[in-house]
């Protein structure tokens, strides 16, 4: 098992940008797929980025793709979420959730362990 803690959500102006971190315990984090998902309210939790175990192949939904980079730190035991060019929609509780396998995914249910998110604010 393998325990997830997010961090670095805050408010920022529309523009800003904010870099996410998520630091992980428990089992090897290296074996561990990770992800990016976001649930902003009133809406079902959905993909924004994810890794394989390397941080060789990464994958993004198309609403984040070019302003979004997913990276990990396998040595730090912790998966980053570097987000620029933000927008009132980017608005979200952002979580942190890890998957093992080797297959990036975007599907919420193949991922096994959740944190318990880190929220940002992105006002116009």
């Known amino acids: 098992q393998v325990q997830l803690v997010e961090s670095g959500g805050e408010l920022v102006q529309a523009g800003g940008s904010l870099r996410l971190s998520c630091a992980a315990s428990?089992?090897?984090?290296?074996?561990?797929?990770m992800g990016w998902f976001r649930q902003a309210p009133g809406k079902e939790r959905e993909f924004v980025a994810a890794?394989?175990?390397?941080?060789?192949?990464?994958s993004y939904a198309e609403s984040v793709k070019g302003r979004v980079t997913i990276s990990r730190d396998n040595a730090k035991d912790t998966v980053y979420l570097q987000m620029n060019s933000l927008k009132p929609e980017d608005t979200a509780v952002y979580y942190c959730?890890?998957?093992?396998?080797?297959?990036?995914?975007?599907?919420?249910?193949?991922?096994?362990?959740w944190g318990q998110g880190t929220r940002v604010t992105v006002s116009s």
């Open positions: 890794i394989n175990r390397s941080g060789g192949v990464t």
């Open positions: 959730a890890a998957k093992q396998g080797i297959v990036v995914d975007s599907r919420r249910s193949a991922y096994d362990y």
């Open positions: 428990g089992r090897i984090f290296s074996s561990y797929v």
